[in-house]
């Protein structure tokens, strides 16, 4: 099974700080790799596809980036709605998800 | 729009069955892959399965493999999760979600399932 392993677990910023967050896979998935941000009570909702594709409706000020085993997850602005948890998902090989990343709003 | 809505959560007794629907609308169901994925409270989603077009091909997560079934009725545009054997660790919000591609979206908005005697 492929194992996705996220950092940080948690972070705190600022509104306006830029925001990256690390998603690295057990092995090599290409770019099997989507973004999904959750807010309390609701469904995961997606935000990134094929590890860098931007889903229609977001922001373009998250943007995904990287191929293989390493990927990233960036903010380029923190606004006050981008508070929740993040996961990465990889569809290489059935389908596995991170652990997650809470941000909290400073 | 695309919406899915979960149905059939509730509480049961471990080593119960329950069987989980999930109803389709603003798209045409048979088209597209659709998963069950579930979250235990305060954990991370885990992929539990998903079901081609016309039912073909299924596949599972080890965790539930052999203990829920997954099928989808498209002329009811409607899918379907039975789960047996269910134990205490199953308790978690169920969700369905499209396949689309190699990603998954939309989600419903979940139905609880709490496994205790």
């Known amino acids: 099974d492929i194992q996705m392993t996220q950092s940080p677990s948690s972070l705190s910023a600022s509104v306006g700080d830029r925001v990256t967050i690390t998603c690295r896979a057990s092995?090599?998935?290409?770019?099997?790799l989507n973004w999904y941000h959750q807010k309390p009570g609701k469904a995961p909702k997606l935000l990134i596809y094929a590890a860098s594709s931007l889903q229609s409706g977001v922001p373009s000020r998250f943007s995904g980036s990287g191929s293989g085993t390493d990927f990233t997850l960036s903010i380029s602005s923190l606004q006050r709605e981008d508070f929740g948890t993040y996961y990465c998902?990889?569809?290489?090989?059935?389908?596995?998800f991170g652990q997650g990343t809470k941000v909290e709003i400073k | 729009q695309v919406q899915l809505v979960e149905s059939g959560g509730g509480l049961v007794k471990p080593g119960g069955s329950l069987r989980l629907s999930c109803a389709a609308s603003?798209?045409?169901?048979?088209?597209?892959?659709m998963s069950w994925i579930r979250q235990a409270p305060g954990k991370g989603p885990e992929w539990l399965s998903y079901?081609?077009?016309?039912?073909?091909?299924?596949k599972y997560a080890d965790s539930v493999k052999g203990r829920f079934t997954i099928s989808r009725d498209n002329a009811k545009n409607s899918l379907y999760l039975q789960m047996n054997s269910l134990r205490a660790e199953d308790t978690a919000v169920y969700y369905c979600?499209?396949?689309?591609?190699?990603?998954?979206?939309?989600w419903g908005q979940g139905t609880l399932v709490t496994v205790s005697s």
């Open positions: 979600a499209r396949e689309v591609s190699t990603w998954l979206d939309p």
């Open positions: 603003g798209f045409t169901f048979s088209d597209f892959y």
């Open positions: 079901i081609s077009t016309s039912s073909t091909y299924t």
């Open positions: 998902q990889q569809s290489y090989s059935a389908r596995t």
């Open positions: 092995q090599s998935i290409s770019n099997y």
